[in-house]
């Protein structure tokens, strides 16, 4: 059984109504990444968007198993789920909580024949360690993280450097829920 969880996200009023999130004012290069996994659910989480809240699903987190230490969700302004929207994984040391809302910035994407693409960002503070906002240069660790969550790309699947991402978020709309 679905079961409605509480936001708490440290710093975000609870009654905020994460519908009202829209694009980056440095979109597409930079994005507002609503939480929506954290990494430490073994469940996968949805947002219900009528009620404006999360719900614990019966359905296996696919971030939680191949072990990725960041958080999932959608990027703000593209739309909400359930609905058309984009996705997005971003690499983080911070612990947060659903519905919490901070900037990332494109470093990727993991381009899918479906149309159902996952962008990938770091947060501010990663991008300190970086020479560039670039798959490429992650860690050693947070590379071997991303590529576990697509260990073996489909025919017409691949990772993409944040150019392609980038180019993309700028030029085309989301087409999958």
Same mark, same amino acid.
């Given at each position: 059984m679905n079961k409605p969880l509480e936001k708490q996200a440290e710093g975000v009023n609870p009654d905020t109504d994460l519908r009202s999130v829209s694009l980056h004012s440095k979109h597409p290069a930079q994005v507002w990444v609503v939480v929506e996994q954290t990494p430490d659910e073994t469940n996968r989480i949805n947002y219900d968007s009528k009620r404006n809240l999360f719900v614990r699903t019966e359905h296996k987190s696919l971030s939680y198993?191949? /072990?990725?230490?960041?958080?999932?969700?959608?990027?703000? /302004?593209?739309?909400?789920p359930p609905g058309i929207h984009?996705?997005?994984? @971003?690499?983080?040391?911070?612990s947060l909580r659903l519905g919490e809302v901070l900037q990332g910035h494109i470093c990727g994407m993991y381009w899918r024949k479906d149309g159902d693409h996952k962008f !990938?960002? !770091?947060?501010?503070?990663?991008?300190?360690?970086?020479?560039?906002?670039? @798959?490429?240069? @992650?860690?050693k660790e947070q590379y071997a993280e991303l590529m576990r969550l697509y260990p073996n790309p489909r025919e017409n699947e691949q990772w993409c450097e944040a150019t392609i991402a980038i180019n993309h978020l700028s030029t085309k709309k989301p087409t999958h829920a």
């Open positions: 198993y191949r /072990g990725f230490s960041g958080v999932y969700g959608w990027i703000g /302004g593209t739309g909400l984009y996705d997005v994984f @971003l690499f983080t040391r911070r !990938v960002a !770091v947060d501010n503070d990663l991008l300190k360690t970086m020479k560039a906002p670039e @798959l490429k240069y @992650l860690s």
